[in-house]
């Protein structure tokens, strides 16, 4: 449902347990930002709970867990989401805060000034921890030219100078009811969750949502980044970029991603970890975006197979597209699709948070359509996946190798 | 009657009957004495079957430090009428999720699946818990990874700084080393000893089933009886053995790895059965696991000191602990330290405000609930009590016993508790050579 503000409203009921999942997910991630603005999407992520005129302070982390609930949020590459998860009875006053904050956020400088150091301690943080460090270069060589170049954390300095004032322009820009779906799940009653909606979020000004940066990234050589880091392990991720989420293939990536490196019968698994001994754990994931998608694989394994590794997930990969699936394994896959599917979707929150995802990404069907379009996924639609996006022996990678000591 | 109380009062009343709307748990006996605990949830076409066995790490010997993982990765790795690639495409064929855990105090195997395939999924769970044959292979494919996963924990700062306070704190107790165990014992431990595991700890007497889900209460029986009723019985159980609080001592790791610090203070706390086990999970919540948590708002909100602040109390069955984390720059150690002390002093002066405590308690059954959303949660709660000694009805009854605590009881046990010298471990980086 669309207001007259532009703001989309989602409702989900499931009355099994009286919890609610009340979701703020806003069009604005790190493909929004330049170089000034750098890890602001984030950085904004933490100031909007530090307080309205309303609710001052940490009124409404307090409120929230005094009602039995949580409150979170996270920053993505194209979105930011804002979630409360509660005990039925803290509906109305989740929703009442969320509106508040993503209008009337106060921002004050002494508030900014303290959450500076916090957020740079966490850019700290993730260049500690090898899966963060590792994707991020990945994601850089993977989209040179389009903004998912970019890391969501983004830039200490940035975060140590920028000012009130460009933190809230960037803030009334984009926070904007037009740029924004609240998707509620759970113990509600429609109509109720509907016209408290309205009075909230429903009373805020129609502002044209800001235009969007084009994220389709053309096709370009392998690149490999290797970075010599004090790690144990040999920690890889490769891969190559996908269909956006609109593309007819889509589905058929999901199948692929399962076939490959989806499970303990995925072919990696049995081919590099349990044959060849090359690795220590492997797996494959197919990541839709609103632009180009992302098709990955990482692997674990000993320093001394750094260039074996590769080269045998590459051998894998031309051989499923000189070959494509067994008929049992394009049965199992789709099996395994679907179970997961029901099994990604038993809380309020996830409920939730699916129908939010797909309405951002502009296929609100998907929650609906999914299982349908992956039963009619056939070994030719694999097949035509991997010639189409798959350039054989070209995968974008990122290395972190051991230090010699 | 205070309003706090009175309230308190309705909430329970709403709480039990919201237990009942989430399904009845009954509990079945199969022939050969092995107890079924059931619970239909027709919400979603799935169930989930997990075996619950009564071993884990707290029952290894220092030289077998890690078998009770070891032994389990293999056990998934072929049986003696399927193949290790066998098993993974039959679960897959099915789209059913094993998964396997080893805790500190026992082990649980578990299979979840759509409902059509509930018959296959506990034949393949059967098969694995039973006739499994550990292939000599596999031992040794296997042993490679753990070894790889131990030396890799330290990658991460917490485990870098967890493991070293575990082992500062519980001496050579079996808590003491991560539950994969030490690179010596893995690399030393043999078939025999794996299989000698099993043989000691699968059997009738140690293992109950809790099966959840979109089936009733006569076909879990059903399919219990077929896979699982003529497993023999084992030896009576030892006695586990107990954990005895160490001397506190403090430890500095120098460390080139990491940009930030880490901190660590913890004090010995109540087991599972202690009639202090509520007072103290109702500490731990007071103070961390939350954003409005007094550590969280005082280390991280008031003063900036680090970005991860927070403190956990595992649940044990003999001694565990509280600790107070966080991860910070180096220089700010010092101020940390002295205002987790002046916290930890005015737990045991003042009296917890009551507003704050009717807050942290509608916190936790919040949390609970949230938690239950799930069939593998709700199956797994109910296990867990089980294993645990307080039987699986506890599940709801934890709930009651956290919401009569009282201010005194906080103030009494902090000062029972929280005494004399602390564990202190400091992860600090070094330069590198």
Redesign the interface.
Known sequence: MRLDNGLTVLVTENKALPVVSVQVWVRVGSINETAATRGLSHFLEHLIFKGTKRYPGDEISRRVENNGGMINAGTSKEFTQFYIDSQKNGFEDAVRMLADAMANAAMPDDEINRERPVVIEEIKRAADNPSSELYNSFSSALFPTTPYHYNVIGSSTVIRTVRRKDILDYYHHHYVPANMIVSIGGDVDTPAALALIRETFGAQKNHPAPAHPAVIEPPHAAVTVKTTKQVEQLYWLGGFTGPDCGAPLLYAADIVSTILGGGRSSRLNRVLREDKQLVYGIGSSFWPQGGTGVFSISAVCSAENVTKVPTEITRELDFFLANGPTDAELTRAKEMTRSQWYFDQETAHDQAATAGYWHLMGYPSMPDTYIENINKVTAGDVTDFLKMYYQPQGLTSAVLIPEKK | MSITRILFIIAMMHLTS?AL??GTVTQLTLTNGIHIIHKE?K????VTVQVFITAGIIDEQPAEAGVANFSQIIMMKGTETRS??QL??E???????LSADVDYDFSNVAI???KGGVHKAVELLADIIRHPVFPATEIE?ER??VL??L??R????FHTANDQFSAIFYGNHPYSWPDAGKPETVSAMTRETLMDWHRRHYTATHIFIVVAGDISSTDSRTICETYFGDIAPGKTPKPFLNAVPLKPQSDIVPS?????AYLMIGYAAPDVRNSDFCVMKMINALMGS???GRLF?EL??KM?L???VNSFYPTRKTLSRFVIYL???NENRTRAEKRINEMIAELKTTPVPDQEL??TK??????Y??D?????RQAWNLGWWEVLGRGYAYDEKYLNDLMSVTPEDIRRVANRYFTGDYFKVEVVPAE?K
């Not at chain 2, 919400?43 to 799935?46: K, Q």
């Not at chain 2, 679960?91 to 999720?97: N, R, S, V």
């Not at chain 2, 330290?154 to 700062?157: G, L, N, P, S």
């Not at chain 2, 509608?362 to 949390?367: A, D, E, L, P, T």
């Open positions: 919201l709307a989430g949830v919400s979603n076409p799935i290790d690639e993974s495409r679960i897959e064929d099915i789209g059913a999720h979840s699946v759509t494919k490679t990874a790889a996963s030396k890799s330290h990658d991460q700062i080139t790895k990491f940009q930030q939350r954003m409005s708002t991280r909100e900036s680090g970005y991860e991860g910070l720059i009717t807050d509608n916190y936790i059954r919040g949390v609930l949230l239950h959303q799930t069939i593998g590198k």
